[in-house]
């Protein structure tokens, strides 16, 4: 699909100022560990609203178990489930297939919004292979919210360490929107041990 910065996206409302948490994934499907990791943003990073931004499809993972889109936005919806957290699909409408495309075209239209790209720890485990991971980090600040198996391996990871010089001490969570990037930080606290994965798998066993 070709990217459209032009045409509409169909976002959720943005006033100028607010403090958005951009959470992107496949929610393949959605579940409760995906609320909570937005839950620990939205409370430790003072956001003002949080984005679940369903995208059309992860070019790093199989697409052959994926729902279709408005599926995933639908369950999405049902389980995100709090007046501070908008679900999107706003990706597949523009035609971004990676994730440096969408920052890019928000930071272009929004420039008064304080944006903050969140992210499972798992992810950073991986960071390294996404496009242009280094163009995402200096676009907008950057949460890493702890996973479980995690807490120890993606610090070490080689997107981690690439970044090293420009992580910010948790004690300072609550300033990251306020801070140009690249800035980013690890977020310790309880952990969900829930995933699409092993949702997946427990459906087709059930099956």
């Known amino acids: 699909m070709r990217f459209d910065a032009s045409g509409p996206a169909h976002l959720p409302p943005v ?10 994934g496949s929610f393949n499907p959605a579940h409760l560990g ?3 990791v937005s839950l620990v943003a939205l409370r430790r990073l003072r956001l003002d609203r949080l984005w679940w931004m369903v995208t059309p499809g ?3 993972k199989d697409r052959e178990q994926l729902a279709a889109i408005d599926r995933r936005v639908a369950r999405a919806d049902r389980v995100a489930d709090h007046p501070r957290i908008d679900v999107t699909d706003f990706e597949s409408r523009i035609g971004a297939r990676y994730t440096r495309q969408t920052l890019r075209f928000l930071t272009r239209r929004y420039p008064s919004v304080r944006f903050v790209w969140i992210m ?3 992810s950073l485990a991986t960071f390294h292979r996404w496009q242009g991971f280094s163009e995402i980090a200096h676009l907008m600040p950057i949460a890493i919210v702890d996973r479980p198996g995690f807490t120890l391996k993606a610090p070490a990871a080689r997107a981690a360490q690439a970044l090293a010089r420009w992580r910010i001490p948790e004690a300072d969570a609550p300033t990251l929107a306020d801070r140009t990037a690249p800035a980013w930080m690890f977020l310790h606290g309880p952990r969900s041990t829930l995933s699409s994965t092993a949702l997946r798998a427990r459906a087709e066993s059930d099956a």
Do not use: Q, S
Not at 16 to 22: A, E, Q
């Open 58 to 60: 992860n070019p790093l």
């Open 120 to 122: 499972g720890a798992d």
């Open 34 to 36: 995906h609320r909570h």
């Open 15 to 24: 006033t100028p100022g607010l403090r958005i948490g951009l959470y992107g």
